[in-house]
């Protein structure tokens, strides 16, 4: 009741045309207002405690929303493999290696070798959430109002600047056991025989940890762009509580 009362006293403190601005567009407007509060009737005021920290924090329930949202998509089976605007090719230097195993019949070690760097990257960019969810929580009114300001993607911009090396660093470690465990060290390691057997061919290495490691990382800032992209345009997208008191 008191949700929907919040609702409505938010609506008539609105401009009409509101309704027609983006999720962020309004948040925007609120936050540089400084929050609102609607008059009441009789002797007094009737607040709906609308205040910039609120406005704020409805801005981190959606980008934690949002996030959660990205790591959830790639963190399953094919979320990497099957998906070509995040799936993890082999390196350059590799992909070498798989054209000259294709004129002895054995590209498919280097095949495998790819799927198996993307079901590392699926198994461990899940475990970058806590990283994520501690950045958005640290997020001053001043952040969120360079973001409500900002570009399309000034969300994203955000959390790749401030989570960017942290994810990386400790994603890392992560990344290496995932492709132990996903076989793909062992065959990148039988790959390369294979390939030094073919005569007249010259060394091929690549650090498959790092490789995985980066572009996995594009592929999480990727979503998370999308859903910042969604947030700002969908009025579907404002699903918490919070989000529904601040943005209607």
Do not use: C
């Not at 920290?53 to 959606?62: C, E, F, P, T, V």
């Not at 790591?71 to 590799?94: E, K, M, S, W, Y």
């Not at 994203?156 to 600047?161: A, P, S």
């Amino acid at each position: 009741m008191l949700a929907r009362r919040t609702l409505v006293l938010l609506a008539s403190a609105l401009p009409v045309s509101a309704a027609a601005q983006g999720f962020l567009d309004q948040g925007r407007n609120l936050l540089n207002q400084g929050g609102i509060s609607v008059p009441g009737t009789g002797t007094g005021t009737r607040g709906t405690g609308l205040s910039a920290a609120d406005i704020a924090q409805g801005l981190k329930d959606a980008l934690a929303k949002g996030s959660q949202a990205a790591l959830a998509r790639l963190g399953r089976a094919d979320g990497f493999l099957g998906d070509q605007a995040v799936h993890i090719p082999l390196p350059d230097t590799l992909r070498q290696v798989q054209s000259a195993l294709r004129t002895v019949g054995a590209s498919g070690m280097a095949d495998d070798l790819e799927t198996r760097m993307n079901r590392a990257a699926e198994q461990a960019v899940p475990k970058a959430k806590d990283i994520f969810l501690g950045a958005i929580r640290g997020m001053t009114v001043s952040d969120a109002q360079g973001i409500l300001n900002g570009p399309a993607d000034a969300a994203t911009q955000f959390l790749r600047r401030t989570t960017g090396g942290q994810i990386g660093a400790q994603i890392r470690p992560l990344i290496e056991t995932a492709l132990q465990q996903a076989g793909a060290v062992r065959a990148y390691d039988s790959m390369l025989g294979r390939y030094a057997q073919i005569p007249g061919m010259p060394d091929a290495k690549a650090n498959i940890v790092d490789w995985t490691r980066d572009k996995g990382l594009d592929g999480i800032f990727h979503y998370v762009a999308r859903e910042e992209a969604d947030i700002r345009a969908n009025p579907a997208a404002r699903t918490t509580e919070l989000l529904k008191k601040v943005f209607g």
